[in-house]
């Protein structure tokens, strides 16, 4: 896993993760599998409006890497945004 963070100023910052994952061996059914090895890269804004108030949002998979998973799916890229009061 590697990350950068950048406090562009007092109140911006983004952030980059990039998670590698080697491939996997599991046994399903009696046989044994293989997954593939990925990279996956997320993104990340926060942008604070005040001492209390903070926007933030990102793009996790920015690359919409294809990922095989043990147990469950790949979501592809996705976008997500909130809000957050501090007090």
Do not use: C, M, P
Request: net charge negative; aromatic share 18%.
């Amino acid at each position: 896993n590697l990350g950068v963070n950048w406090d562009v100023s007092k109140n911006f910052n983004l952030n980059t993760i990039v998670n590698y994952l080697g491939e996997q061996y599991y046994v399903f059914g009696g046989n044994e599998n293989k997954t593939d090895d990925y990279t996956l890269v997320n993104l990340n804004a926060r942008y604070k409006l005040n001492s209390n108030f903070e926007l933030f949002g990102g793009i996790n998979n920015v690359l919409d890497t294809k990922v095989e998973k043990v147990l469950g799916s790949n979501v592809g890229s996705f976008f997500f945004a909130g809000f957050k009061a501090h007090f």
